[in-house]
Structures are given as structure tokens and as C-alpha cells.
């Protein structure tokens, strides 16, 4: 049986590094498996499906850095990951739409979405504030992540 999280970080580890451009590979591994940590991390909290979570996070950018471009990126993120997932043959059509649903609402950070989706929004506020607690906090994620502080214990 093979391992799903292995297999599509292959396919991620590939996809990144032919950027060519080293800035935007080291971005792109950090936030796509920082994301995807915090997707295991509140999806085991939260009791949704850690595995697919994982999968969420590391695909819901991967758009932007293979086509260096964030303009739509959630929308078009949400295709390019269910072309993957059915080259790649790793889940089952209920699977691949939960995870291009999350990647598709992902920058939506002021609605509430299904949980799952909601781990995935969550995962990304926190990897963005985590990766550099100096810089000053994105407006739009001010209270998801006052939100996520209160729900961990972080202060």
C-alpha cells in the first residue's frame, strides 16, 4: 500500500524545485509543508481527516509557485490540484473534492466554511504569522488568528 503524503510530496518536491529561482523555492517548501504541519495539527484537534489535511496544505499554494503568479491563485490552485490528484490516482473522487473545496475557499479568511475547510484557512493564517512573528499581522487574518491563539493556548 502506498503512502499517499509520500507519494504527492514527490510530486511537490519536483514541482518546486524546476521554479529554478532558489527565493521562491525556499518560500514555497516552507509554506507549502509549514501549512500542511499545521493543517495535522488542527485537523487532530479538531477531529477532521488529518491525511487529506495534509494533502490540503500541500497543494493549496503549489499554484502560485509553479506558474509565479498569486493573481486567482485559489481558484486556479483548486484545479491544478485535482488534475494531480487524478494523474496521481492518490484519493477518491469524495476525497479530491473535499480537498479542492478547502484549496478553492482557502483565501477566503472572513466567512466561516465547513470544518475541513476551515483547517485549512486556519493552517494558513498560522504559517503565515509563525514564519516571521516580527512582521506586522495581515489585516484580513487579524481575528482568525486571535481566534487560533485562544483555541491552542498560545499566550
Known amino acids: 500500500m ?22 521562491v523555492q525556499r518560500f514555497g517548501y516552507i509554506h ?15 477531529k477532521q481527516n488529518v ?6 496544505g500541500m497543494l493549496h499554494d503549489l499554484y ?21 490528484l487524478d494523474s496521481l490516482k492518490l484519493t477518491t ?6 480537498i479542492c ?15 475541513f475547510t476551515e483547517v485549512l484557512v486556519d493552517a494558513d493564517v498560522l504559517q503565515h504569522y509563525l514564519y516571521n512573528v516580527t512582521l506586522p499581522i495581515i489585516e484580513k487574518d487579524k481575528e482568525r488568528l486571535a481566534n487560533l491563539i485562544a483555541e491552542f493556548g498560545l499566550r
Open 93 to 98: 473522487d469524495e476525497e479530491t473534492d473535499m
Open 32 to 46: 507549502l509543508y509549514g501549512v500542511a504541519q499545521f493543517c495535522a495539527m488542527i485537523a487532530l484537534k479538531r
Open 51 to 56: 491525511e487529506l489535511a495534509i494533502m490540503a
Open 101 to 115: 473545496g478547502a484549496i478553492f475557499k482557502h483565501s477566503d479568511k472572513k466567512s466561516r466554511h465547513f470544518d
Open 2 to 23: 502506498k503512502n499517499r503524503i509520500e507519494e504527492l510530496r514527490k510530486f511537490i518536491d519536483k514541482t518546486i524545485s524546476n521554479t529554478g529561482n532558489e527565493e
Open 64 to 84: 502560485t509557485y509553479k506558474m509565479m503568479d498569486s493573481k486567482g491563485h485559489a481558484k486556479k490552485g483548486s484545479v491544478l490540484a485535482k488534475e494531480i
